[in-house]
């Protein structure tokens, strides 16, 4: 839903043939190869290098939180094709099988004690020229393609876990004791608990619209960031309902047997810190809205 999506709009046929067959069956995993040390929101700085050497571009550089790096099979990644041009000019995606030599993936340890996400290094990798996506210097619109599709679509595959949640936290509520009471009873949990149903039945909504644009234009808009400020926030709210709800049981990890659903909602909570910044933080959201949906000048 993201990177064929990209592929489809920017690659040629061969790519086409190749990579979205094996996408679509998950038989190949992607990463996402966009972040560096020092180029996050303002992705357009990033420094990792690709020159061209014959029928190859030689890659350089280092990538940081790349979701799913460590059994990514392929990266979308983005380099500095000419560093004498502006910076949103001169960069360009590569398509990088994993297995190249020269490619090291090392884990990052979250606050949930997984490692989802990595560091990437590439050492002298050499990427065969027929792999650039998109043309040469055009990796900024071939990147933001990518990003507003995740944007736009993400929501989709979140809101069947956003109803589990609501579903079995309603379930817990007439369970969980609040102020000698079942929480159910309790009457802010009962605002919280019906804000939350009536915001995911919103996300639903809002998914619907984005897959409406896409269905009319063949492209999501920039109102795919509504779409991800509104989950993101909405899952940050809900998991904190839900450590309202169970007290200090909720902060309790999988292995001990006091904790709540084998843990999944002490997980829950701290996952979805990184809700606000994945994909683009909300800062960034909301001046993507204010610029390209209500036309205010940019920020400076
Ligand atoms: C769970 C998770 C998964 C991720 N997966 C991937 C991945 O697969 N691939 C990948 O490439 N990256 C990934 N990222 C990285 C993510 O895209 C970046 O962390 C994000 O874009 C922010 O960049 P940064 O961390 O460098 O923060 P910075 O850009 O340094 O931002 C720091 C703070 O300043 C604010 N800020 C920055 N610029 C502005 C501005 N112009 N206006 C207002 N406020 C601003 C930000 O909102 C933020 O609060 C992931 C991150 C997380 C948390």
Known sequence: MVWDSTIIAYGTEAQKKRLIPKILSAEEIWCQGFSEPNAGSDLASLQTEARLDGEHYVVNGQKVWTSYGWVGDWCELVVRTDANVPKHKGLTVLLVDMKSQGVEVRPLRQMTGESEFNEMFFRDVRVPAENVLGKVNDGWNVAVSTLMHERGAYGSRLHPLFKRNINRLIELSRKFQKNGHAAAQ???????LAQCYAEIEIMRLNQLRAFSRITA???????GSIQKIFWSELNQRLQQVAQEIFGPYGQLLGGDSHAVDKGIWSYGYLRTRGNTIEAGTSEVQRSIIGHFVLGLPKSY
């Open 186 to 192: 309790d009457p802010l949990t009962r605002q919280k």
């Open 217 to 223: 234009t063949g492209a999501p808009g920039p109102e």
